[in-house]
């Protein structure tokens, strides 16, 4: 006989098993219900629209403070520029460089 | 009322008609449960974690395929996953089994040889690989297509093929050991 007849026999032969889990499963489905589609969808569009959000927020965060950044900067740095120039321009005028040279310790202009 | 509906009502809350799944299918699941484990101890408790796989898995159920097809694709998961957990060999020696019928053209001696050649079957089919067990199982004692066997085990024709070829070689050599 071959195996496939063997196999044949054993198949006939193998008696069904008789069970009755509905009990228990339904216990245990009871107490783990899973996410249902519809909760699924909100739970998703919930992340997602919070990721926007918080990508927005940065985003207009960071361009508002740009915007008083360079606004700010700017009028500072035109303030120092003309300060400057003004400053420049008295001491280039009034004092010789070289008389405003001193020794440190005799505390004498050197000439 | 029809599995779709049921599954239908279930994905919209009403999960007590779950109880009515479990009622249709409890009997396919632990006969081919106790046919890939072996064991009847085992058959029961693994049933039950198919019928909970089988509810997780609900919702991705896309009622292109008829409901006992992923059922049976769940329970063949199962039963791998946990001999896989367990890493052990399957003893189909304790397969509850009617006596056949005594053929009129064996004599005694005949018919015990007969019964232990059946027996060395048995032992042979635990010691297959899990796969080519499963394929040999689903093809045999469930009398599934290739095709069939091929959905459910998530592989090529080509593959079931091989897999039922080489199970089949496994058995004729232990079998004749």
């Given at each position: 006989?071959?195996?496939?007849?063997?196999?044949?026999?054993?198949?006939?032969?193998?008696?069904?098993?008789?069970?009755?889990?509905?009990?228990?499963?339904?216990?245990?489905?009871?107490?783990?219900?899973?996410?249902?589609?519809?909760?699924?969808?909100?739970?998703?569009?919930?992340?997602?629209?919070?990721?926007?959000?918080?990508?927005?927020?940065?985003?207009?965060?960071?361009?508002?403070?740009?915007?008083?950044?360079d606004e700010?900067?700017?009028?500072?740095?035109?303030?120092?520029?003309?300060?400057?120039?003004?400053?420049?321009?008295?001491?280039?005028?009034?004092?010789?460089?070289?008389?405003?040279?001193?020794?440190?310790?005799?505390?004498?202009?050197?000439? | 009322?029809?599995?779709?509906?049921?599954?239908?009502?279930?994905?919209?809350?009403?999960?007590?008609?779950?109880?009515?799944?479990?009622?249709?299918?409890?009997?396919?699941?632990?006969?081919?449960?106790?046919?890939?484990?072996?064991?009847?101890?085992?058959?029961?408790?693994?049933?039950?974690?198919?019928?909970?796989?089988?509810?997780?898995?609900?919702?991705?159920?896309?009622?292109?395929?008829?409901?006992?097809?992923?059922?049976?694709?769940?329970?063949?998961?199962?039963?791998?996953?946990?001999?896989?957990?367990?890493?052990?060999?399957?003893?189909?020696?304790?397969?509850?089994?009617?006596?056949?019928?005594?053929?009129?053209?064996?004599?005694?001696?005949?018919?015990?040889?007969?019964?232990?050649?059946?027996?060395?079957?048995?032992?042979?089919?635990?010691?297959?690989?899990?796969?080519?067990?499963?394929?040999?199982?689903?093809y045999t004692?469930?009398?599934?297509?290739?095709?069939?066997?091929?959905?459910?085990?998530?592989?090529?024709?080509?593959?079931?093929?091989?897999l039922i070829?080489?199970?089949?070689?496994?058995?004729?050599?232990?079998?004749?050991?």
């Amino acid at each position: 006989m071959n195996i496939e007849e063997q196999l044949q026999i054993l198949s006939r032969q193998t008696c069904p098993k008789q069970v009755d889990v509905v009990d228990a499963v339904m216990a245990q489905v009871r107490r783990k219900p899973y996410l249902r589609p519809a909760h699924r969808t909100a739970l998703w569009r919930t992340v997602a629209l919070t990721a926007v959000a918080a990508v927005a927020a940065v985003v207009v965060f960071n361009v508002a403070s740009f915007r008083s950044y360079d606004e700010e900067g700017i009028g500072r740095m035109m303030a120092y520029v003309s300060d400057y120039d003004y400053y420049a321009s008295v001491e280039t005028a009034a004092v010789n460089p070289i008389e405003c040279l001193y020794d440190d310790e005799t505390a004498e202009t050197i000439e | 009322m029809e599995d779709k509906e049921i599954v239908q009502k279930i994905l919209a809350g009403d999960t007590e008609q779950y109880a009515e799944i479990v009622r249709r299918y409890q009997q396919i699941v632990a006969n081919l449960t106790y046919k890939l484990c072996g064991t009847r101890l085992e058959t029961e408790e693994v049933t039950q974690q198919v019928f909970v796989e089988l509810y997780m898995a609900l919702p991705r159920f896309r009622f292109d395929s008829k409901l006992s097809s992923f059922i049976y694709r769940i329970t063949v998961n199962t039963v791998c996953k946990m001999l896989n957990k367990s890493k052990r060999y399957v003893s189909t020696d304790e397969y509850e089994t009617r006596p056949d019928d005594p053929s009129p053209d064996r004599n005694a001696e005949q018919e015990i040889i007969h019964r232990e050649q059946l027996e060395q079957l048995r032992t042979a089919i635990g010691h297959l690989k899990d796969e080519q067990r499963t394929a040999l199982v689903l093809y045999t004692f469930e009398n599934f297509s290739y095709q069939q066997i091929a959905d459910v085990m998530q592989c090529t024709l080509a593959k079931v093929e091989s897999l039922i070829f080489r199970a089949k070689k496994n058995l004729a050599k232990e079998v004749k050991q």
